[in-house]
């Protein structure tokens, strides 16, 4: 056997195993979900994570002894490459596999030259995504809802019961019948539903997932399921839009645990309910951090090729610390990490990089976006503006190289475009910034209940979502908010105070004083009046205070993907959140 097929051979064991950990990790889900073993779900999320890297280092190992001097020669890999590619011909994750093999060559490469000689960087994965109907469960309306609902529920097959599945029915029935297309809907002899045979676990939640069909038309249905946590569950609420959909599978809230022993066919599922989500979205989304970085890169240089306008300054005020550029026709920006930042600005490269990474694992509670993080990711240089080159050279100039006719950015992040919150509110008319307001609030707070304190709050740090969600993505300054100490302000002692231009009062580097929060709203009185009405409570060192007592004393918040409205009234808690 030649060493390119050994070579090969290596790379597709350690996606095989790796894929097989992964897996065995997802399918404790359900059970971790039954016990309500809510900081057991984290910490599988977290390693889940770990696994992909750690199987690259072992295979880089390997494929280390069985190339010896010739590890780094790419004629080597160029080999391997084709004998890769024939083995995982009919490997049913081969564009998994794939990807899989960049992240090899990346690694032993420093991520140099990853080009379709040396890795399937552009070319389309060589399997066609497989067909999904093995993978759904279909249900024929036939007599009553109830008894169509009912047998949906019971096949999920929990080994709890439900808390009261006769009220949960009643629930989902009058959702049902309240849709706009009812009437035709549930008279039709033809109507069916479609269920994903895998339920969606993430937090604290696990999602039944699935389509109605009726005549020439269909829906979305999920059915978010909670634990009691006294050993039964039920049924928070029904959704059938496309949108409440889509919000659930937003690039701020991504990693469900889902068994899924061919991805494609959940991907090409989820595609025919939201044809709007980009396949690496969806990817992402599944918890294939990698793959689906692979399917942006694609989508991004398929992009510019079909493109024509130019890389511009991000609008909005500028970072401190990021640099942050955009192409107004692809929904995405790129940020990059200054050389130099300005005072106060106290931290280095590597603790901004740190925050990154806290974000990748942590519990986002939907209110921060994800991120791809590239090196070395080449652009075309005549694609950007002159105003835009010389801001890279002023204050990326070590980040980036010209090669030719392409600019190379060394280190970048690539986060989904938002309108900052600063700019959305001067065109807000009343309704809007009330709803924003309330958003803005309610992302504060469930940023806090996940144990994230954002630290610098000001309006422009938060994006605007196209579902008018608000979202937090300035990530230099935010820390665990069990390692915040929150205080009131120590009353005036003297006028001398007063006029003092340093503060009466020792502050501690943890020291966070809530008072100050309105300052975040200077210029937009208008915004400041409708926050305080909304959210009062912010401005208070006792409502910090309670949020890390809970934290600390073990409580997981429950953070819901839609609105407080939409949930069954029997399960409404004025502090959730």
């Not at 990817?283 to 398929?302: D, M, N, P």
Request: proline share 4%; charged share 25%.
């Amino acid at each position: 056997m030649s060493t390119a097929r050994r070579f090969a051979r290596v790379i597709l064991n350690g996606f095989d195993s790796m894929f097989a950990e992964w897996q065995n990790l997802t399918l404790g889900a359900q059970a971790r979900f039954e016990r309500a073993e809510w900081h057991a779900i984290h910490a599988a999320m977290a390693e889940r994570l770990t696994i992909y890297r750690g199987k690259v280092l072992g295979v880089a190992v390997v494929t280390g002894t069985i190339a010896g001097e010739r590890l780094h020669d790419r004629r080597l890999w160029r080999r391997a490459k084709t004998e890769f590619a024939e083995l995982v011909l009919t490997h049913s994750n081969a564009e998994i596999a794939q990807t899989f093999f960049n992240s090899c060559y990346c690694y032993v490469f420093g991520h140099q030259k990853v080009d379709g000689l040396n890795a399937f960087a552009l070319e389309q994965p060589l399997s066609t995504p497989a067909s999904y109907e093995c993978v759904v469960r279909s249900y024929r309306y036939g007599d009553t809802l109830r008894n169509l609902f009912r047998d949906i529920l019971l096949d999920a097959d929990f080994s709890i019961p439900f808390e009261d599945l006769h009220r949960d029915l009643n629930f989902i029935v009058e959702a049902a019948q309240q849709l706009a297309d009812a009437a035709d809907m549930w008279t039709l002899d033809g109507t069916r539903i479609e269920i994903l045979d895998s339920i969606f676990y993430r937090n604290k939640a696990g999602y039944i997932i699935g389509k109605i069909y009726w005549g020439e038309h269909s829906c979305p249905l999920v059915l978010p399921l909670l634990n009691n946590e006294r050993g039964a569950i039920y049924v928070d609420t029904a959704l059938f839009s496309t949108d409440d959909l889509s919000i659930l599978f937003s690039f701020t809230r991504t990693y469900f645990m889902v068994d899924i022993p061919v991805p494609s066919q959940y991907v090409r599922f989820l595609k025919s309910v939201m044809p709007n989500k980009e396949s690496f979205e969806l990817y992402t989304a599944l918890g294939f951090v990698k793959h689906a970085k692979s399917e942006f890169y694609r989508t991004a240089v398929a992009h510019t090729h079909a493109s024509d306008d130019q890389y511009v300054i991000a609008p909005g005020v500028r970072g401190m610390v990021m640099h942050v550029f955009t192409l107004p026709s692809f929904d995405y920006v790129y940020k990059i990490i200054k050389d130099h930042f300005a005072p106060p600005k106290d931290i280095t490269r590597e603790e901004v990089k740190a925050k990154y990474d806290f974000v990748k694992r942590s519990e986002r509670a939907g209110r921060m976006a994800d991120m791809h993080e590239f090196r070395n990711l080449a652009f075309p240089l005549l694609r950007f503006s002159k105003e835009l080159l010389e801001e890279l050279h002023r204050e990326c100039a070590s980040q980036i190289q010209i090669r030719g006719r392409a600019l190379i950015l060394k280190h970048v992040y690539v986060e989904r475009r938002m309108t900052p919150l600063n700019l959305y509110l001067q065109q807000a008319d009343a309704t809007q910034t009330q709803s924003a307001m309330d958003e803005y609030g309610n992302a504060i707070k469930q940023l806090a209940a996940a144990n994230i304190f954002p630290g610098d709050m000001l309006l422009k740090n938060f994006g605007v979502t196209r579902h008018g969600r608000v979202v937090f993505y300035d990530y230099d300054e935010l820390r665990p908010l069990v390692d915040c100490n929150f205080r009131r302000i120590p009353a005036v002692r003297s006028e001398a105070d007063e006029l003092a231009e340093k503060p009466w009062y020792s502050v501690g580097a943890c020291d966070v004083f809530p008072e100050e929060f309105r300052h975040f709203f200077s210029g937009n009185q208008n915004a400041k009046q409708t926050f305080d009405a909304l959210h009062p409570d912010i401005y208070e060192p006792n409502f910090w205070l309670e949020i890390q007592r809970q934290i600390n004393a073990g409580v997981v918040h429950d953070v819901f993907p839609y609105r407080k409205q939409q949930r069954f009234a029997q399960h409404i808690n004025d502090s959730d959140f």
